[in-house]
């Protein structure tokens, strides 16, 4: 059987069962057809082989939902309860809310929609990005445009500088007018069209690695 792959050694789990507070827990082994989880203490929630129990893992892009059953308990060091793979679950993306802070430079021109998708512009004006997540940006752009108006983006990660960068079409989604350094200038809300998964993986992947890196500075 495949593990999923949100199934990880030390990823915590909640765990629950009808009529039951729910436990969170982690993760403590993977095997071929079963994960092992840290049993709760105590009485908290008592489990026997067939019992059937919701599970939730969260990860940096998504939720995961699923129903486990118990196979069986070890009283070990530290005790664990041993769950079959799911046979399904359900997935609920969450990472496309996640953003952070950061000024990157990047290259862009309007996209006609007679051209999309096929047919991307040069890139040849300058902006600025203020935040970013998997979903989206806040830009810095020095020519107006318009609500509705699609954006092509060519835009290097941090770490990134020598991989291709990310091409990506933007939807204009809002728009206001900001004098900065005594320049008038537009702040502009951006969406992401047909962005790839892929894409969207180093997006996210870079967003947290920010955020990680804000909150050491702040500890």
Known sequence: MTVPRFIRINTPITISVPGKKAIRTLIQETGEDSFAILAPAGEELLLGRGDLVKATCSRE???????????RYEPAIP???????????????????????????????????ADWPLRPPRPHKRGLTIDISGGGAQLVLREEVKVGDLLYLELYLPGRRHHQPLRLAARVKRVATREIDGHQRYEVGVAFEGISERQEDQIVAFVFQRLLEERRQRS
């Open 61 to 71: 892009d998504a939720r995961y939902e699923f129903t486990a059953r118990v196979i």
């Open 79 to 113: 005790p664990l309860y041993y769950l079959a793979y799911p046979d399904d679950y359900r997935r609920i993306q969450v990472r496309s809310h996640v953003r952070t802070r950061a000024a990157l430079e990047f290259r862009y021109a309007p996209w006609p929609a």
